[in-house]
Structure formats: structure tokens, C-alpha cells
Nanobody, 115 residues
């Protein structure tokens, strides 16, 4: 079993920055791709950014140029640096990890962008 714990959420003003972190622990054999998703109230969960074990990344169009995903394979951690935040970025952000055929999710961390 793998546990994912997100941290770093909070309240920030429009134009501000936040850094989210995700730490994986437990019976980890090898984590393949990791990703950040988000879910705003009344909306479906959507992919924000994804990173492979080799470091290849892709982003949702809505966050390109503003968010940066990174990971430390040795420490089994992943981060999301968010800049130029907008009110529409308000959501619960979830960490997702793929290990073999297994998919794991964190419990989520709330991000609120508001003045």
C-alpha cells in the first residue's frame, strides 16, 4: 500500500504564488508517473500537470507558463510550483501516483485564490 500526503495549500491573493508538495510512503516498489489534479466546486476533477519517472512533463493549457511540476525520485516526492494564481485556480488539489498497475490518490489540499 502507498500513502500520498499533500501539503502547502492555503489562501493566496490573485497574482500570488504557492508551492504544493506530495510525499509518498509505504510499500513503494517503483512509482512511475505522478500527477496533480484539481477539483473545483461543482466541477469534475481535471488534470493539472503530469510528470514521468524520467522527468517528462505535460500541463493543462490553463496552467502552462504559470505552474511547474517537479519530482525527486530518490525521496518519492513531487511538487507543484504555482505562480500568477487566478481565482479560477481555486480548487482542491490532489496528488496521484502510478506504481505498476496500481493507482494511488492523496486526500487533497485546498487552494483558495481570493482578495
Amino acid at each position: 500500500q502507498v500513502q500520498l500526503v499533500e501539503s502547502g495549500g492555503g489562501l493566496v491573493q490573485p497574482g500570488g504564488s504557492l508551492r504544493l508538495s506530495c510525499a509518498a510512503s509505504g510499500s513503494i516498489f517503483r512509482i512511475n508517473a505522478m500527477a496533480w489534479y484539481r477539483q473545483a466546486p461543482g466541477k469534475e476533477r481535471e488534470l493539472v500537470a503530469r510528470i514521468t519517472s524520467g522527468g517528462s512533463t505535460n500541463y493543462a493549457d490553463s496552467v502552462k507558463g504559470r505552474f511547474t511540476i517537479s519530482r525527486d525520485n530518490g525521496k518519492n516526492t513531487m511538487s507543484l510550483q504555482m505562480s500568477s494564481l487566478k481565482p479560477e485556480d481555486t480548487a482542491v488539489y490532489y496528488c496521484k501516483a502510478l506504481s505498476g498497475i496500481n493507482v494511488y490518490w492523496g486526500q487533497g489540499t485546498q487552494v483558495i485564490v481570493s482578495s
